[in-house]
């Protein structure tokens, strides 16, 4: 394996008239061939800095970029063009070209003067749109298209450049749910099948975690972090830059959960099971703690609910059973009535007032 991007103490920016204006220093990093590379931050860390100094759109503030064994300042245009694809968050303004037209722009790095396309060009075209699963919109124009076709149109473009490296910011923001994980699949198999550098930011974090040979961490406060999803969760980086007061991670899984506040605890009783877990969790989001014994705790044992089972959902009242259900749904808004009423009677005893008082 070897590596095709390096950094070294780099900073990234921009030149103003009052002077430099530094978005990120001091980043070294490598970036190796066959591996797809997800840089994860919040935003105004600098990603899209990032990406446009790495694609030669920017000049770096500091430090050295190495691409492909060469200093990135080396290149020239066109053998920058045939090194590395990008593909940025702004594909608004191609209009009056269909998406096949666009796709085919992908292989102006090799057509010479003329732009003519050979029958080889043509067959890679028509296999990058195939891969991307755009056939169908060849001859549609990029103005019909949605934000999600045309982001697809224009990684099938970069797909087609035929470069070692492919650069892409948020290549599936506008994609839904079922295409933002076909196409993080598709980038991770290409950048194995055809030993690419595939280097991608997103906001898509639990994706990218499941996804991902290597992690970028990038925060104005704490730099730049890299390393393996499952290295990054075990030493703690990723709660480091991500975990919030409302948000709890798990290590095992990579995956974050909200945390809820609750205001009360109901004692659900029962194996361990899907629908157990589902229920609490449903739970924890309408306010109410699921505990699984009194003892220790503030719970209203006069209220509990049971799971046998079965499928069904049960709750009970001083004992008896007073509703069965086979939803969740159908039982979850009757147990703060049921704690409640159940907590003015016990007032109300101790007072010694009857229910009309």
């Keep these: 394996m070897s ?67 060469r200093n990135l300042n080396d290149y020239t245009n ?34 010479g003067f003329w732009g003519k396309l050979s029958q080889k060009d043509k067959d890679i075209v028509t296999k990058c749109m195939n891969w991307v699963g755009i056939e169908p919109l060849a001859s549609r124009p990029m103005q019909t298209l949605s934000d999600g076709e045309r982001q697809k149109v224009m990684i099938a473009k970069a797909i087609a450049q035929e470069t070692p490296i492919i650069l892409l910011d948020e290549p599936t923001a506008y994609l839904d749910y079922p295409s933002k994980i076909a196409m993080m699949l598709l ?10 550098s595939i280097f991608m930011s997103t906001h898509d974090l639990e994706h990218a975690l499941q996804v991902a040979d290597q992690v970028w961490l990038l925060d104005h406060e704490m730099g730049l972090t890299t390393g393996l999803p499952e290295d990054l969760s075990l030493d703690g980086s990723i709660e480091k830059y991500f975990a919030k007061k409302d948000m709890t991670y798990d290590r095992e899984t990579c995956t974050f959960s909200i945390s809820h506040e609750t205001a009360r605890e109901v004692l659900v009783e029962g194996k361990d099971s899907l629908e ?38 049960r709750l009970m009242e001083d004992g008896r059973e007073s509703i069965k259900a086979e939803k969740i749904g159908q039982l979850i808004g009757m147990i703060v009535p049921a704690i409640t009423k159940h907590q003015i009677s016990v007032i109300r005893e101790k007072a010694e007032m009857t229910p009309f008082e």
């Design 276 to 313: 157990y877990r589902l229920f609490c969790k449903a739970l924890a989001r309408n306010g109410i703690k699921p505990v699984r014994s009194a003892e220790g705790s503030q719970v209203c044992t006069a209220v509990s609910v049971k799971l046998p089972g079965d499928g069904t959902f």
């Design 187 to 196: 980038l991770h198999r290409l950048a194995k099948a055809l030993k690419k």
């Design 78 to 111: 066109k053998e920058l063009a045939q090194i590395v694809s990008v593909v940025l968050t702004d594909n608004s303004s191609i209009k009056n070209m269909t998406a096949e037209e666009v796709v085919a722009m992908g292989r102006a790095p090799y057509t």
């Design 3 to 69: 590596i095709s991007i390096e950094l070294n103490g780099l900073s990234t920016g921009y030149k103003t008239k009052k002077g430099e204006k530094v978005i990120a220093s001091h980043l070294n990093a490598t970036l190796n061939s066959g591996e797809m590379v997800c840089l994860l931050g919040p935003n105004g860390a600098g990603k899209s800095t990032l990406l446009r100094t790495l694609g030669g759109f920017q000049p770096a503030l500091g430090g050295k970029v190495t691409m492909m064994g």
